[in-house]
């Protein structure tokens, strides 16, 4: 691989993983707050820290104190500001419920962090609202003064009856329930926002996300036209090896040819010493000649 494709892929990659790790890193590191109100104990677990734009799950586990009724259970979650807070949800808990002691309640809320949010931290406002028994009274019984009874059964139309009467208090109890209102303020999560150097990071991210895109699309082409120069020269090896056959075909034909036109060549010219060779006469034996010839002869 060039070394202009393996730079962006590695800074990509770097900066990839810081996003990814502030992700992973908001999203498992889970830590708690405790509240307690006049009659519930309440646990908020939640991430350590968001990112803007980021869903937020709050887990509730409320835990009565005593016996009551819960008339509300509410939370408010706030965004703080420089010099305010502003509420991103309010969510009601649990309503109209009895209550006694260890009785636990159970629930998740969910909040968006805006996008636009700069670095600050969640807050939650929990609200309880209660009725509470709290008074019983004693009532006082008069009795006869051998307490055999009550001494409206001996009294005469005075009021009076034998000896004095006295009296004993024996309870009887009343219940009555008074209504109550508690809060309490937590701590949420940690909206780690923007800063320059993230926004300069993001944009470096975005550039040589580009670039790798580009990178990648050069490289398919480059793939695509080593493909086809691979088929192309393919082509022209079994061209090349078919010419290659025929070329070693044609000259085992040639050394053929070549063979028989010496052969011929020499038959040729066997054939032409033997026409063209002159023939001998056949000498015949004569007498000698006589005289008279030799004379003449001479002459």
Do not use: C
């Amino acid at each position: 691989m060039k070394l202009k494709i393996i730079v962006p892929i590695v800074l990509l990659v770097i900066l990839a993983s810081i996003f990814i790790g502030q992700f992973v890193f908001a999203q498992n590191s889970q830590v708690t707050s405790n509240v307690s109100l006049s009659h519930l104990s309440v646990q908020l677990t939640y991430p350590s820290m968001v990112l803007p734009g980021q869903p937020v799950t709050i887990n509730i586990m409320a835990q009565a104190k005593d016996s009551f009724q819960l008339t509300s259970l509410s939370l408010q979650v706030y965004l703080a500001g420089q010099n305010n807070l502003s509420q991103l949800t309010s969510a009601t808990v649990a309503q109209n419920m009895i209550m006694s002691s260890g009785n636990q309640i159970n629930k998740q809320v969910q909040v968006t962090v805006p996008s636009d949010a700069t670095r600050t931290s969640l807050v939650a406002v929990v609200t309880e609202s209660a009725n509470s028994q709290y008074a019983y009274s004693y009532a006082a019984y008069p009795w006869n003064w051998d307490g055999s009874g009550m001494y409206g059964n001996y009294l005469n139309g005075n009021g009076y009856g034998y000896g004095y009467p006295y009296y004993s208090t024996y309870p009887s109890y009343s219940y009555s329930y008074q209504p109550t209102t508690d809060n309490a303020v937590a701590p949420l999560s940690y909206v780690n926002a923007t800063t320059p150097e993230y926004v300069s990071l993001q944009s470096q991210y975005q550039q040589l996300q580009q670039q790798l895109n580009q990178t990648q699309s050069q490289n398919q082409q480059l793939k695509q036209q080593l493909q086809t120069a691979q088929n192309s020269t393919a082509q022209q090896g079994s061209t090349i090896a078919n010419l290659n056959s025929e070329l070693s075909s044609t000259q085992g034909t040639a050394t053929i040819l070549g063979i028989v036109a010496v052969i011929l060549a020499i038959a040729a010219i066997a054939l032409a010493v033997i026409h063209f060779r002159p023939t001998r006469t056949t000498v015949t034996e004569s007498h000698p000649a006589t005289n008279a010839e030799e004379k003449t002869t001479d002459v």
